[in-house]
Structures are given as structure tokens and as C-alpha cells.
Antibody, heavy 115, light 106 residues
Framework: QVQLKETGPDLVQLTQTLSITCTVS????????VHWVRQPPGKGLEWMGA???????DYNSAFKSRLSISRDTSKSQVFLKMNSLQTDDTAKYFC?????????WGQGVMVTVSS | EIVLTQSPTTMAASPGEKVTLNCLAS?????MNWYQQKSGASPKLWIY???NLASGVPNRFSGSGSGTSYSLTISSMEAEDVATYYC?????????FGSGTKLEIK
């Protein structure tokens, strides 16, 4: 069955770099796109960017200067890397599969940026 | 960027009551998706393509709309429907979500 699982640090220091891995199963990264969405505590959902099945990427301009998305198809993994973290980057980070819809989501990883 | 405005922000409904949640887009979109999110959980695709129920969604839910105005309706509120509902547009990038409607039970 389709599964996505995010792994990453619980805590990141202010101005440091966040790295999260989304490991997928039940589908191929060369067939489906994977998106990243985040949700600050008690707030709404924010689209961050996408890894297309062809290997290209798209980013929300709100993050473009500090966000990078990549993948390793052999390991069925998509990577999110964001630098210069601030306290308002504290959020739960989700990866989600995209066919016509964002249909399957991971459980998310809660990341706290500490000063 | 297309801004999605959801209303109301919060509402409480009695069991059996009809509920309508709204999502207004700043520009016309081709269709709207809706997600249900319960506390501490990931969002679940609830309605796609404006009016199609995702797998497992009870048929008391329905979706409608076109252009800039969309809605999610629950014909008869049940306790298990307590959640926050978000609309999402995939017509143009960046993808954008509404700010959510928190639905509670009286």
C-alpha cells in the first residue's frame, strides 16, 4: 500500500539548516510527484514545493532562496533542505503524493527551531 | 497567487444539523479539493474535483461550486465530523490552502 514517512530532527538551532527525508513505498517517484507542506502549531497549511516525477522542482517563492528539494529514486526518498532557520519555521513538515490530487500524506515530523 | 478565504472560521453544529462550509477564491479556479484534519493527525483528502468524495467518506458529505465560490456541505452533522476542514486549489502555482474552518459539535 501507499505510504510516506518523514524523518528528521526534533530540534534545530536558530540560523542552522533543516534536513528532512521523505521515504515512500507503494509507488514510484518516477511516476508520481511529491510535495512538501508545513503547518506551524495551531495554524494552517502552507505549500512549500514539489519534486516532479521527471526530476524537476518547483518552489513557493516565499521559500525559494533558502529551500531545496531533491531525491534519490533508487532509495525512494525525497529530501527537503532549508537553511537560515528562524523561530517561525517551527512547524510540522509533511510530504504528500501528488497524482491529480495530494492524495496520500505522511504522518509529518514536528520540528522546533530553538534560539 | 490565488488566495482562498474560508468561512466561517469556527462553527458549532448540533447532531443532525445541516452544515455548509465556504471557500472563496481570489481568482477563478478549475476545481476545489477539501481536506479533513483531526487534532494531531495528517490532513486527509476528503473531497476532490469539487464534488467527488474520497474513498471512505460518508455520503452525508457533498461538495459543489465553480469559478471562485465553492462549498462543502454535511447534510446531517455527526460527532465524528468534528475536525478542521481546509480547501486547496491546484489550478495554479503556488498551491494555496484556505485558512481552515474548525467544526465543533454542540
Amino acid at each position: 500500500q501507499v505510504q510516506l514517512k518523514e524523518t528528521g530532527p526534533d530540534l534545530v538551532q536558530l540560523t542552522q539548516t533543516l534536513s528532512i527525508t521523505c521515504t515512500v513505498s507503494g509507488f514510484s517517484l518516477t511516476t508520481y510527484n511529491v510535495h512538501w507542506v508545513r503547518q506551524p502549531p495551531g495554524k494552517g497549511l502552507e505549500w512549500m514545493g514539489a519534486m516532479w516525477n521527471g526530476g524537476g522542482t518547483d518552489y513557493n517563492s516565499a521559500f525559494k532562496s533558502r529551500l531545496s528539494i531533491s531525491r534519490d529514486t533508487s532509495k525512494s526518498q525525497v529530501f527537503l533542505k532549508m537553511n537560515s532557520l528562524q523561530t517561525d519555521d517551527t512547524a510540522k513538515y509533511f510530504c504528500a503524493r501528488h497524482d491529480w490530487e495530494l492524495d496520500y500524506w505522511g504522518q509529518g515530523v514536528m520540528v522546533t527551531v530553538s534560539s | 497567487e490565488i488566495v482562498l478565504t474560508q468561512s466561517p472560521t469556527t462553527m458549532a453544529a448540533s447532531p443532525g444539523e445541516k452544515v455548509t462550509l465556504n471557500c472563496l477564491a481570489s481568482s477563478s479556479v478549475s476545481y476545489m479539493n477539501w481536506y479533513q484534519q483531526k487534532s494531531g493527525a495528517s490532513p486527509k483528502l476528503w473531497i476532490y474535483g469539487t464534488s467527488n468524495l474520497a474513498s471512505g467518506v460518508p455520503n452525508r458529505f457533498s461538495g459543489s461550486g465553480s469559478g471562485t465560490s465553492y462549498s462543502l456541505t454535511i447534510s446531517s452533522m455527526e460527532a465524528e465530523d468534528v475536525a478542521t476542514y481546509y480547501c486547496l486549489q491546484l489550478s495554479s502555482y503556488p498551491l494555496t490552502f484556505g485558512s481552515g474552518t474548525k467544526l465543533e459539535i454542540k
